[in-house]
């Protein structure tokens, strides 16, 4: 079974709590710069929403000279103690929803299972999606 997040852009306030509360949980820090679910405001109406969505089979993985990125249950994972950043997963990436940050391959790893911008969204736009 897959898993992703999805965001309903008609309930989304643009606050940024999600990537707030996800760099926080991922790197101590607060910076919506690294966070790994954006949401980018493409004009003054649209805006959309960037998270990785778990593919099966994984594009990124496929392309990781040192199988850094693997599938635990359903959620896609990057080991960062394997990964040498040769950002060959970012280029392959359909959704651009990988980064490198600090040097690293970093991406939603739906925190083990348990999102925290799930949690802090204050309005309720972001859900859990699991497809067969």
């Known amino acids: 079974m897959r898993k992703f997040l999805v965001v309903d852009l008609n309930k989304c306030a643009d606050c940024g709590i999600c990537s707030l509360v996800c760099s926080f949980y991922k790197t101590g820090k607060f910076n919506p710069k690294n966070g790994y679910i954006k949401i980018i405001r493409k004009n003054v109406i649209e805006k959309e929403y960037i998270t990785c969505k778990h593919c099966d089979p994984p594009h990124c993985a496929q392309a990781c000279p040192e199988n850094a990125i693997e599938v635990k249950n359903g959620i896609v994972v990057v080991n960062k103690?394997?990964?040498?950043?040769?950002g060959k997963c970012v280029e392959a990436c359909p959704f651009n929803a990988i980064w490198i940050?600090?040097?690293?391959?970093?991406?939603?790893?739906?925190?083990?299972?348990?999102?925290?911008?799930?949690?802090?969204?204050?309005?309720g736009a972001i859900s859990l999606k699991e497809v067969k």
């Open 81 to 86: 103690a394997k990964c040498v950043c040769t």
């Open 101 to 123: 940050i600090n040097g690293k391959a970093s991406k939603c790893d739906l925190c083990g299972g348990d999102p925290k911008c799930l949690k802090a969204c204050p309005k």
